[in-house]
């Protein structure tokens, strides 16, 4: 495993000082487990020089991991702004899983370029907790025929996503972890 990009400070400083945030109060996350550590993933990277940045980080962390790939997208909200950061930075295609089949025109699932039998994605998201939304995008490009080259979420929240995508068989590398914020780590429930 190597070591963090040069570009993962400015990247860590952008989540933790814009993206985190602690709670007094506790709130309900995507899982129903309770937290007072709240993450916006997207606040942090809100300005295009903010993208910028957190982007070439996951970048320089797939080159890194050897995590090689032609696409880069995830499930539509929390991987949109992200892949198309790495899709800038890298010259890469980008793509969108839609929550929901389109129910008109060419009725897709997946939006962005079109993914081919073959063809090397690497998933993304802003934030994870338990992987269930990647592992929907997962499912998705693979039913085309894609294959995931590797999983970079710009913050994991536990333990819980990279054990689901060892399963898988498929490298799994967060950015920034919960060990990095200092929160609590989701559990696996």
Do not use: C, N
């Amino acid at each position: 495993m190597s070591s963090r990009p040069d570009t993962w400070q400015a990247a860590f400083d952008l989540i933790r000082t814009r993206g985190y945030e602690h709670r007094a109060e506790p709130f309900r996350l995507a899982s129903g487990q309770l937290s007072h550590d709240y993450i916006d993933g997207k606040y942090a990277i809100d300005t295009g020089e903010r993208l910028s940045i957190v982007s070439r980080a996951v970048a320089e962390l797939a080159a890194g991991h050897g995590i090689e790939f032609d696409a880069v997208g995830g499930l539509t909200m929390g991987a949109d702004p992200l892949a198309h950061g790495v899709a800038m930075v890298t010259g890469k295609a980008w793509f969108s899983v839609r929550k929901e089949q389109k129910q008109r025109g060419r009725e897709q699932w997946i939006e962005g370029t079109r993914l081919q039998p073959g063809t090397r994605v690497l998933l993304v998201d802003d934030v994870i907790s338990t992987g269930g939304s990647t592992e929907i995008a997962f499912d998705r490009v693979t039913a085309v025929g894609a294959v995931v080259a590797g999983v970079i979420p710009m913050v994991d929240r536990g333990d819980i996503a990279a054990k689901r995508f060892a399963k898988r068989g498929v490298p799994f590398v967060a950015l920034v972890s919960y060990r990095d914020l200092g929160i609590e780590p989701v559990k696996d429930v």
